[in-house]
């Protein structure tokens, strides 16, 4: 089987670390921008584009810093893959940005990426930060 290759992507947001961080953690936030609709029961949660249906787990959040939801299979076992979103803040500028970790095979990297920045668009219009 294939493994996918992980990547990051750092993308500055002109927000409050708090403001952006209710757009990376909450079902209500994350169907704004990321997903049609984010449903949760727990520490689990239900992605839905169009007709297709991913299930993660929230497994770890650091308030107003970081989210990382691993991807889940139809038993709800936990799968090699995850993405987390990260808040930066530098201490000087006080300048915020967002840092993605996601993974993808490698002749789909160049597509995952584009996918991530036309969300990261839609997000920024949410919050104002365009």
Known sequence: MEHKTRYELEFPINSSPQLLYQYISTPSG??????????????????IWDDSEEQARLTSKKTGEKVKFR?????????????????LEDDITKDVSL??????????????????????SDL????GSV
Not at 101 to 107: I, K, M
Not at 124 to 127: C, G, L, P, S, Y
């Open 30 to 47: 994350l169907s704004e921008w990321f997903a049609d609709n984010v449903n949760s029961r727990g520490e689990f949660f239900t992605f």
């Open 71 to 87: 991807w889940v299979d139809e038993q709800k076992n936990d799968t090699d893959y995850f993405f987390e979103l990260r808040i």
């Open 99 to 120: 840092m993605v970790v996601d993974f993808a095979f490698d002749n789909e990297i160049e597509e995952a990426k584009l996918l991530w920045e036309n969300q990261i």
């Open 124 to 127: 920024k219009h949410v919050i």
